[in-house]
Every structure is written in structure tokens, then in C-alpha cells.
């Protein structure tokens, strides 16, 4: 059975009762048959999903996810498919292991030798003290719940929602000029079941799913951060959080409730930064089974992936998708003072994705406009002093540790050596479907 992922964020669907509203400014000479689709949710069952989990052969890389760095090892995950594993021991030429297949994984996380991620609404752990025989060791079912939610009918004595199909088509007569006042041509109701545009909108199958002894390194746009033996993962608007002191055995503990628009993890000491559309939390985790509450930064209503290094925090707004605001910028805030984060500087930016940051050595994500690279030891003037730009890529999030930065985009895996920071040089690039 072929599973795909998910994706039910809370904005989308606040997407769809914001367009069922119609704007009555037109008459009937306006009026055109328009087509609206019912997408009907496909169930699969626990044990088939169950069945799924394991370790494949290694094969192309097809639609990159997340990226993971534990020890030589580069954690790089399909969206809704698995994981690929490679052996990083050198960076130049990054050798293929294995895919780890998990239906609906957008997630992960590595404490020592056990692998979590995200199936679906459950949290699976994995054992990878033999890298090339990874066996599931347990499971928390049921974790996770955001991803059916917000509004779609979801019948959880059917199994979990893998995808969707067309189930119906109507046509029906919809005014013209209003379909330019709403993006999607609003939303249709037949029988009391919400429709799609048959064209325009996003098909549901396509969004995203809401889920030594040290941990792993992951990117600024991570959903899941391990800190003191304790894994959270956001899941929609909550914060889980999983005792892992026994490896292999984790315990579900405290849910809490964050915000409504919270995005990607970042820890830090015994911190930890979420970023959100509205905004930067910054949570206490001295007592790390109780996530307290420190602060609350502000901002625009942008996606917010959050890189924290020292006393600055650096966060980058931009928009597109379910980011509404037209703002594209880097934003550094002093964070001295945790209960009282101060914006420092504001600098313009194309389109700023994931983020990071090592020794004051700072890693632009910049979307289309490719990977932006700047010595930040002086947070007044960063981007006037810029290290390298690399303009021919699409830059999504990077991972700078050990002086190699390793980076996803739409084009594939890059690895830089940034050890001198004058001469920053291209190590290696596994492109997608070209593995």
C-alpha cells in the first residue's frame, strides 16, 4: 500500500471558513459555471502502517524534508515517505546507507543509539546502534493528533487518514468578479459537505501532516528538539513533552498548549525557542518535564524558523504559502534578558528560510535567491559583511557543525567547508533523483 502524506494545518483551514464568506458586489451579468471537488479522506489501518516501518534499500531522493546530523551519520527525510541515511564520515563524498521507510514521517530526532520520528499520530522509536539493520524497538500510539483536525470529517474507528481521493464533482453557477475578490473562488456546499475549487486550490494530499548519549544536531525549521534526556515535538498548537531517559523506552508526559500558529524548535541550553507566526516563545526547561513559559516575542504574521547562538536570537520572516504578509527580513533580538527579548536589527531579505549559525559564522536559507553566508560578530552590521552568497540554488534550511554546513534545497544535499571562513568551498551534492 503506497501512503502519502497528510498535511492539516490550523491556517489552511482557517483559510477555508475565511473564503466561505462572499462578497455580493456583482451583478448577474458576472455569473460563470464554475466546478468545485469533494476530496474524501483514505484510511489505512494501524497494523498496516505498522507493517510498513523498516529498513529499505537505499534509493533516490525524491522530495527532501527535514535534515538530521548524529555523529558521521546525515539523517535526510522524504516528506510523508521515511528517512535516507547516509555514511557523512567524509563530507566530500557521502555514501548511501539505507532508507528508512516510516509512512506519514515528517519528523525526527536521535538521542544516543534510539531513532524517534513522527508515523502519522504516532511517535516510533527505532534502534540504530546497527546502521544498517534499524529495527523499531517501540511505539507511542496515538501522540499526535493535530493532522485530523481543523475541520475535515475523519472517522478514527476507520484507521488513520494516508491520503485523499476525489470523491465528487459538482458545477455550479458562481459570479466572476467575485472569484477575483477571493483567491480560491470560495468554497461550495453540497448536501452540507464543504467543496474545493476544482482548480486554484491546493489538493489536500500535497499539505503537510501536523508531527555516544547525546543527541543529534537538527535544522532551524525542526518540529522535534531533545534536550536533558526529554524529546518535544510540536504537534499543531501543543507542545509534547517524552521522557527518554530510557532510551528505548519513551514516556509520554504534559501536553502543552503554545499557540495556534507555532512552527519549528529550537533548544538552547536549557531553553527552548519556538518559533510561530506571530511571534518567538521562549520557554525555561530547568525542570524539564514542566516547559515553563519565560517570554513572548512579537512580530508580523510570517513563518518563523529560529537560529539561537550566544545572546542573539536570529529569526527569519518570509512569506508565501500560508505566510500572508508580503515580509521577507532577518531579524536579530537580544535575548540578554530571556523574560524580556529586544529586538536589535532588521535586514531586508529575499525570501529567508531555515537558519543558522556557529562561532558568529551565520547561514542564510534565502529561498530562490540561494545560500547567504556572513560574519555576525557585529549584529549592527551583518550584512555588511558577507563571506559568500551562493546565488544558482534554492536554499531551504542548513545545518552548520564541525565547520561543514550541510544544506537542503529544492536542488538537492549541498555540503560546505566553512573551516576558513575567507575561502568557504563546495564539498559535495547529492542532487535529487540522482542519487
Request: proline residues 6%.
Amino acid at each position: 500500500m503506497k501512503f502519502k502524506p497528510v498535511s492539516l494545518q490550523p491556517a489552511f483551514f482557517f483559510l477555508l471558513l475565511t473564503f466561505v464568506f462572499s462578497f455580493d458586489r456583482c451583478s448577474d451579468k458576472c455569473q460563470v459555471k464554475s466546478k468545485f471537488v469533494y476530496y474524501a479522506p483514505v484510511y489505512s489501518t494501524t497494523a498496516e502502517i505498522k507493517a510498513a516501518a523498516g529498513m529499505r534499500a537505499a534509493r533516490e531522493v525524491k522530495n527532501l524534508g527535514k535534515i538530521y546530523v548524529k555523529d558521521a551519520f546525515l539523517f535526510v527525510n522524504e516528506a510523508g515517505e521515511g528517512i535516507h541515511i547516509f555514511d557523512n564520515h567524509d563530507p566530500a563524498i557521502p555514501q548511501p546507507i539505507g532508507f528508512l521507510n516510516i509512512p506519514g514521517n515528517l519528523d525526527l530526532a536521535i538521542q544516543g543509539t534510539t531513532l524517534y520520528a513522527d508515523s502519522y499520530i504516532d511517535l516510533v522509536a527505532f534502534d540504530i546502534s546497527d546502521i544498517h539493520n534499524i529495527k523499531e524497538v517501540n511505539r507511542i500510539e496515538g501522540l499526535f493528533s493535530a493532522y485530523s483536525m481543523y475541520g475535515f470529517s475523519v472517522d478514527p474507528q476507520k484507521g488513520i487518514v494516508t491520503s485523499f481521493e476525489i470523491q465528487n464533482t459538482v458545477s455550479v453557477m458562481q459570479s466572476e468578479c467575485e472569484a477575483q475578490v477571493q483567491p480560491w473562488g470560495g468554497i461550495y456546499y453540497d448536501a452540507g459537505v464543504a467543496m474545493l475549487p476544482a482548480s486554484g486550490a491546493p489538493s489536500p494530499k500535497t499539505m503537510t501532516v501536523v508531527p555516544s548519549g547525546t543527541p543529534g544536531v537538527g535544522g532551524s525549521t525542526a518540529r522535534f528538539a531533545i534536550v536533558n534526556h526529554f524529546l518535544y515535538g510540536l504537534d499543531g498548537s501543543h507542545l509534547h513533552v517524552v521522557d527518554i531517559s530510557s532510551e528505548t523506552n519513551p514516556l509520554a508526559g504534559k501536553s502543552i498548549d503554545v499557540a495556534w500558529d507555532a512552527e519549528t524548535l529550537f533548544p538552547h541550553g536549557s531553553n527552548l525557542f519556538v518559533g510561530a507566526r506571530a511571534g518567538m516563545y521562549i520557554f525555561d526547561l530547568t525542570t524539564p518535564d514542566q516547559p515553563q513559559l519565560l517570554s513572548q516575542y512579537d512580530h508580523i504574521l510570517s513563518c518563523d524558523p529560529v537560529a539561537v547562538e550566544g545572546d542573539y536570537a536570529y529569526v527569519t520572516l518570509y512569506s508565501g504559502g500560508l505566510c500572508h504578509v508580503d515580509t521577507n527580513q532577518l531579524e536579530v533580538i537580544d535575548i540578554k534578558d530571556l523574560k524580556s527579548p529586544q529586538l536589535v536589527s532588521v535586514y531586508p531579505m529575499t525570501n529567508p528560510h531555515g537558519v543558522g549559525i556557529d562561532n558568529g559564522t551565520l547561514f542564510i536559507c534565502d529561498g530562490d535567491a540561494g545560500l547567504r553566508i556572513f560574519d555576525a560578530s557585529d549584529p549592527l552590521t551583518i550584512t555588511q559583511h558577507s563571506l559568500a552568497h551562493y546565488d544558482s540554488i534554492s536554499a531551504l534550511d542548513v545545518i552548520p557543525i564541525n565547520q561543514v554546513a550541510m544544506m537542503i534545497g529544492s536542488d538537492g544535499i549541498f555540503q560546505y567547508d566553512y573551516s576558513d571562513v575567507k575561502n568557504i568551498r563546495l564539498l559535495s551534492q547529492i542532487p535529487i533523483g540522482k542519487q
